[in-house]
């Protein structure tokens, strides 16, 4: 004697697959059209990589507070912060392939080039320029090109910042930001335009935010200024400064009783 039995379920399955069988689904073809865009270009010999001021904008949002937050997408780097505006001063923490960037010996930063900061104590600081006056940023580790960083440590990695020089032609740029925890910033740029191969621009910021933990807020003043000269193909002269004043709280440690509690 034999028996044969079929689930409800085995049955809806051997139904349902049938059907699908017997469809016959067409998809059209999809074609896309444009010009491609590199999000970040450089060369693999010198593990040396560029993010363009496209890339930033679209990393960094509205903030723009801190461009050592841009590397972030760029492998093997990691920039900690205490909360997502990166206002505070020396504890913002920028890694490169485990090896931390506090200190004047392990990372480089430059201007077009030019050092004008020795970190130390202030891996990813990154508030001496506004973000909205950078046009790209580069960064290179590992096996890093002698000519980089002027003779300046470089063991974690080595940050040149390309500075938008003045427009072309009379302009003026305005941004306003607000984020939680009372976070603002007001830009300003104006530009003079190039006459006779001379031109300048001048911008001021106002940031703030409150803290994330604890009592106390955190604020940033900056003004920064470039004159431009070109006198033709053999000279050209860049004068470039930055002024910055900070109002912060620190973030504090733990205490030992806050340690006991949370263990």
């Given at each position: 004697?034999?028996?044969?039995?079929?689930?409800?379920?085995?049955?809806?399955?051997?139904v349902?697959?049938?059907?699908?069988?017997?469809?016959?689904?067409?998809?059209?073809?999809?074609?896309?059209?444009?010009?491609?865009?590199?999000?970040?270009?450089?060369?693999?010999?010198?593990?040396?990589?560029?993010?363009?001021?496209?890339?930033?904008?679209?990393?960094?949002?509205?903030?723009?507070?801190?461009?050592?937050?841009?590397?972030?997408?760029?492998?093997s780097?990691?920039?900690?912060t205490?909360?997502?505006?990166?206002?505070?001063?020396?504890?913002?923490?920028?890694?490169?392939?485990?090896q931390?960037?506090?200190?004047?010996?392990?990372?480089?930063t430059?201007?077009?080039?030019?050092?004008?900061?020795?970190?130390?104590?202030?891996?990813?600081?990154?508030?001496?320029?506004?973000?909205?006056?950078?046009e790209?940023?580069?960064?290179?580790?590992?096996i890093?090109p002698?000519?980089?960083?002027?003779?300046?440590?470089?063991?974690?990695?080595?940050?040149?910042?390309?500075?938008?020089?003045?427009?072309?032609?009379?302009?003026?740029h305005?941004?306003?930001?607000l984020?939680?925890?009372?976070?603002?910033?007001?830009?300003?740029?104006l530009?003079?335009?190039?006459y006779?191969?001379?031109?300048?621009?001048?911008?001021?910021?106002?940031?703030?935010?409150?803290?994330?933990?604890?009592?106390?807020?955190?604020?940033?003043?900056?003004?920064?200024?470039m004159?431009?000269?070109?006198?033709g193909?053999?000279?050209?002269?860049d004068?470039?400064?930055?002024?910055?004043?900070?109002?912060?709280?620190?973030?504090r440690?733990?205490?030992?009783?806050?340690?006991?509690?949370?263990?």
């Amino acid at each position: 004697m034999f028996g044969f039995s079929v689930s409800r379920a085995a049955f809806g399955s051997l139904v349902a697959a049938t059907l699908l069988q017997a469809q016959s689904v067409e998809i059209a073809p999809v074609s896309v059209s444009g010009a491609l865009q590199e999000p970040f270009s450089g060369s693999d010999g010198v593990m040396e990589r560029t993010v363009s001021a496209q890339m930033l904008e679209t990393l960094q949002a509205t903030t723009s507070t801190n461009y050592f937050k841009s590397l972030l997408m760029l492998p093997s780097v990691n920039v900690e912060t205490h909360d997502p505006y990166a206002l505070t001063v020396d504890q913002n923490i920028l890694r490169v392939r485990g090896q931390v960037g506090d200190t004047f010996s392990r990372i480089s930063t430059t201007i077009d080039g030019v050092p004008f900061a020795v970190n130390v104590g202030q891996s990813g600081s990154g508030y001496v320029v506004d973000r909205e006056n950078i046009e790209g940023v580069s960064f290179a580790n590992g096996i890093i090109p002698v000519n980089r960083a002027l003779g300046l440590g470089s063991t974690a990695g080595a940050l040149d910042m390309k500075i938008q020089h003045p427009s072309a032609v009379p302009s003026a740029h305005f941004s306003a930001a607000l984020g939680s925890d009372r976070y603002n910033k007001l830009f300003l740029r104006l530009d003079s335009g190039v006459y006779g191969g001379f031109g300048l621009f001048a911008s001021g910021s106002r940031a703030s935010n409150e803290k994330w933990r604890g009592e106390g807020d955190i604020k940033r003043d900056n003004f920064s200024a470039m004159i431009e000269w070109d006198l033709g193909d053999t000279v050209k002269a860049d004068l470039f400064g930055a002024y910055n004043r900070f109002e912060r709280h620190e973030y504090r440690p733990l205490t030992y009783a806050q340690t006991k509690a949370l263990s």
